[in-house]
Structure formats: structure tokens, C-alpha cells
């Protein structure tokens, strides 16, 4: 009897459409006139959020921390390039950017960012158990039956987190809903995060197929 006729055979698994989400560090810590700009945008006030509050002032990259916002930008062009597209010729820019400051035991409810292509968020102040989660939007459509299932991989999960560490930049698409667990409420210090949305100028489509868009 052959023996072959025994063993199973295996095929490849293959992962498609991932969805993609982009971490990376800062090399240097925030500077004194860095930590002046966040006290002084502190000081102009904040709004309350669900369970967090927010910087009144919604556009802190027009006129401070203007390193960090080089930095955002930097790392932007790479995202657009290996995600979107690498023609040169689309800019991709910042449009609003605020504070966010989480307190012990705060949290941040699930949502996404409307009229936005590309988000971030940049932490300047976290412990050690922060994180950040992201839900997949197509889960609902997926566990119209539920499996039950003793372990979870990236094909069965409906969510999937990372740390939140300090000095860290994460990007990812406006469009994909994210959400914060409630801090510890003992913490000693508040978790202080900027995020931003983006937009675009440039020409899209063909003319020829009646496809074209220009965005200026």
C-alpha cells in the first residue's frame, strides 16, 4: 500500500486586500520649544469629547510644531507611495490636526474620520499599557454565521490592536474605524496624542473617458 495515499495535502493560504496600517518612530524626543507648544495649545482650551477632551484649536500645525509636522509629512509621502500611488505629481497634504488628551480611566469611542484620506496619529505622552485598536468594517458582513473558534488569526479576528508608544507615528486609512480602551486609571500621567486628516491636489481620471478630476 503506498503510504502517500495517507498523508493530507496541503495548499497555501494566501491573505488578500489586506487593509494597511503604517508605525514608525520618531528618532528624537520632543524638544523644549515642542513642550512649550503643547503647553500653550493646552492653554487656549479644550472641548470634551465622549469620554476624552480635544484641543480647541483644530489646526495646531498652521503655526506650532512645525518639526513634527515635517516629520508627519515625511512619512506621509513614503505611505502614499507604497499604498496609493507613486505618481509624483499628487500632493498630499495635511488639512486639520488637534490634541487629544486622555486621562486615567478615559477612553476613546469607535469612529473613523469623514472627508479625510489618510489619518494619523502621533503620541507624544503614553504608559505602558496603551494601545490603539482598529475594526474591521467588513466584519458584519462576515460573521453573518458565528463560528466559534479557540484561536484567533488575522482571518477570523474583528479587531486587531498595537501599542501606543511615545515618539511613534501610526497612519492608516480614514476611512478604517479605530477606537481607544480605557486607560488605567492608575496612570500617573495623561496620554497626550496629535492626529490629523489629510486630503489631495491633483488630476485624476482621463479626460478621454470622461473620467477626469482636477482638485486644486
Known amino acids: ?12 493560504l494566501n491573505g488578500i486586500f489586506p ?25 487656549e482650551g479644550l472641548n470634551k469629547s465622549v469620554a476624552n477632551v480635544c484641543s480647541v484649536n483644530t489646526y495646531i500645525f498652521n503655526n506650532k510644531l512645525k518639526e513634527i509636522k515635517q516629520f508627519c509629512e515625511q512619512q506621509i509621502k513614503i505611505y502614499v507611495k507604497e499604498v496609493i500611488s507613486d505618481n509624483e505629481e499628487l500632493d498630499f497634504y495635511i488639512t486639520q490636526s488637534w490634541l487629544n488628551i486622555t486621562k486615567p480611566g478615559e477612553n476613546h469611542h ?16 503614553t504608559t505602558e499599557a496603551d494601545t490603539i485598536t482598529f475594526h474591521d468594517p467588513n466584519f458584519g458582513i462576515k460573521n453573518i454565521m458565528e463560528f466559534p473558534s479557540k484561536k484567533f488569526n488575522v482571518f477570523n479576528s474583528h479587531s486587531c490592536f498595537f501599542n501606543a508608544n511615545i515618539n511613534e507615528l501610526v497612519l492608516f486609512p480614514s476611512w ?3 477606537s ?35 482638485l486644486k
Open 1 to 12: 500500500m503506498n503510504n502517500m495515499n495517507n498523508q493530507s495535502q496541503l495548499g497555501t
Open 19 to 43: 487593509c494597511p496600517v503604517y508605525i514608525v518612530k520618531r528618532d528624537v524626543g520632543l524638544s523644549p520649544k515642542e513642550d512649550k507648544d503643547i503647553e500653550d495649545i493646552i492653554k
Open 110 to 125: 469607535q469612529h473613523f474620520h469623514p472627508n479625510s484620506i489618510i489619518s494619523g496619529v502621533f503620541y507624544m505622552s
Open 176 to 178: 478604517l474605524s479605530h
Open 180 to 214: 481607544v480602551a480605557a486607560t488605567s486609571e492608575k496612570a500617573v500621567t495623561d496620554r497626550i496624542s496629535l492626529s490629523f486628516n489629510t486630503f489631495v491636489r491633483g488630476t485624476f481620471g482621463e479626460s478621454n473617458q470622461l473620467a477626469e478630476l482636477i
